[in-house]
Structure formats: structure tokens, C-alpha cells
């Protein structure tokens, strides 16, 4: 499982995640070297947090930075959150696969969505988030975007390609990945979360009938 192999792993807990902390996320290794360089730099750049400073049997206020370190550490009202969280992460990893599913199911037979793959020989994946990719050259994805909004339904994009982000694009303006860039304009994220039913996404899956059937988001042709 991922966190459990190479130096390092990053996790992030925020709001939208499977395991939330409301924000921040988490580093895990096995290496006693480099957590314990986490923690220096993550607090500060101080070989000891507030706890070690202040608590009776480790009490001394001459704690000095080391290394010019960050405020990065998670609270403590956010660890007792995820603490909570990770209780229920089976459950809570369970619904995301079960709603996950059900999309599949729902878009299985049409020709002009293609959905995420659930599973391999090798395993699972988190299902953070529900990514379709538009198939039909005729719709316009943002104007499906814009369309879904008007029946209440929010959705996102994930996630444009390194290449394409403003900053990138002018520090490598010569950078061309035609799969990346084709890409970019097809997929679709739709709403996923645990509180969700099937019948919520069975409102998703008829707003998106709808639209397609009354092109409402086809593109515009210029004659």
C-alpha cells in the first residue's frame, strides 16, 4: 500500500479527502533521519515542539532554531480530527468504492463518456475523485461545466498538466505534450463524497441525459 515502500510518502488531509484533517496532510518513513528532519523543519527549525519545551519534565526555554525551519506542523485539534477519521477509514473507503461503482454502472453503455478504471490485478485505487473523460468531439467541456451548474451541480477539473499552468507555460513555452493537451479538454470531475446516495448520482446521471440529448453543450459552428 502507498506509505509503505520508497524513503518517503506524502499524504494530504484536506477537506475533500477520503481521511480529512479540514487541511494539512502527513509524511510517513521509516527512516529516523529524515522524520526526524521533518519535524526540525516542519516546527520552526526547533529540535523541540511545545510540548517537550513547556511540559514539567522537559521544561527549558533556551530552545533555539537550528536550521531555518517552517511553520508546517499539523495542530492538534487537526490530529485529534484525523485521529477520529482514521477509525473510520474502511467504512469511509468502502462508500467512496460503492458510489464509484455505481457511476460505472450508471455510464457503462454510453459511447460518448468514458469512465475511470476501478481496479487491476494489482489493486485499487483511493477514489478521491470521480474523473470522466468526454469522448464526443462535439461537446464543449466547459460548457457542460456551466450547464451542470445551472441544475446544482458543481463540478471541477483534475487536474490541467504541469506544462499548462501559467508559470510553466512561460518558463517552457517549447513544452509540447499533445496526449497531456488533449486531454486537458476532456476530462470531467464529477461530485463524489461519502454522504452522497445513489439517487444523488442518479440526478447527475439524468442532468448529463438531458444535456446531451438537447445539445446543450455542443460546440458553436460558424457558417
Given at each position: 500500500?502507498?506509505?509503505?515502500?520508497?524513503?518517503?510518502s506524502t499524504?494530504?488531509?484536506?477537506?475533500?479527502?477520503?481521511?480529512?484533517?479540514?487541511?494539512?496532510?502527513?509524511?510517513?518513513?521509516?527512516?529516523?533521519?529524515?522524520a526526524?528532519?521533518?519535524?526540525?523543519?516542519?516546527?520552526h527549525?526547533?529540535p523541540?515542539?511545545?510540548?517537550?519545551?513547556y511540559s514539567?519534565e522537559?521544561?527549558s526555554?533556551?530552545v533555539?532554531?537550528?536550521?531555518?525551519?517552517?511553520?508546517?506542523?499539523l495542530?492538534?485539534?487537526?490530529?485529534?480530527?484525523?485521529i477520529?477519521q482514521?477509525?473510520?477509514?474502511?467504512?469511509l473507503?468502502?462508500?467512496?468504492?460503492?458510489l464509484?461503482?455505481?457511476?460505472?454502472?450508471?455510464?457503462?453503455n454510453?459511447?460518448?463518456?468514458d469512465?475511470?478504471?476501478?481496479?487491476t490485478e494489482?489493486?485499487?485505487?483511493?477514489?478521491?475523485?470521480?474523473?470522466?473523460k468526454?469522448?464526443?468531439?462535439?461537446?464543449?467541456r466547459?460548457k457542460?461545466?456551466?450547464?451542470?451548474r445551472?441544475?446544482n451541480?458543481g463540478?471541477?477539473?483534475?487536474f490541467?498538466?504541469?506544462?499548462?499552468?501559467?508559470?510553466?507555460?512561460k518558463?517552457?513555452?517549447?513544452?509540447k505534450?499533445?496526449?497531456?493537451?488533449?486531454?486537458?479538454?476532456?476530462i470531467l470531475?464529477?461530485?463524489?463524497c461519502?454522504?452522497y446516495?445513489?439517487?444523488?448520482?442518479?440526478?447527475?446521471r439524468?442532468?448529463?441525459?438531458?444535456?446531451?440529448?438537447?445539445?446543450?453543450?455542443?460546440?458553436?459552428?460558424f457558417?
Open positions: 500500500m502507498i506509505g509503505q515502500y520508497g524513503a518517503m499524504f494530504s488531509f484536506y477537506a475533500t479527502k477520503n481521511i480529512t484533517t479540514g487541511d494539512g496532510g502527513m509524511i510517513t518513513t521509516n527512516d529516523d533521519y529524515l526526524e528532519q521533518c519535524r526540525l523543519w516542519s516546527y527549525g526547533l523541540k515542539d511545545s510540548w517537550k519545551r514539567a522537559n521544561a526555554p533556551h533555539q532554531s537550528i536550521v531555518p525551519g517552517y511553520k508546517f506542523n495542530t492538534d485539534i487537526q490530529a485529534a480530527l484525523g477520529a482514521l477509525k473510520r477509514k474502511d467504512d473507503l468502502s462508500k467512496r468504492n460503492f464509484v461503482e455505481s457511476y460505472n454502472g450508471f455510464f457503462k454510453y459511447d460518448w463518456i469512465t475511470p478504471v476501478f481496479q494489482h489493486g485499487k485505487w483511493g477514489n478521491h475523485v470521480y474523473v470522466i468526454i469522448l464526443d468531439e462535439d461537446i464543449d466547459d457542460l461545466m456551466q450547464e451542470l445551472k441544475m451541480i463540478t471541477n477539473l483534475h490541467y498538466p504541469v506544462h499548462k499552468n501559467l508559470y510553466y507555460e518558463k517552457y513555452p517549447d513544452v505534450l499533445p496526449a497531456s493537451e488533449w486531454l486537458m479538454d476532456k470531475t464529477l461530485p463524489l461519502t454522504k446516495s445513489v439517487s444523488d448520482l442518479e440526478y447527475v439524468d442532468s448529463l441525459d438531458y444535456i446531451y440529448e438537447n445539445r446543450l453543450a455542443n460546440k458553436t459552428v457558417i
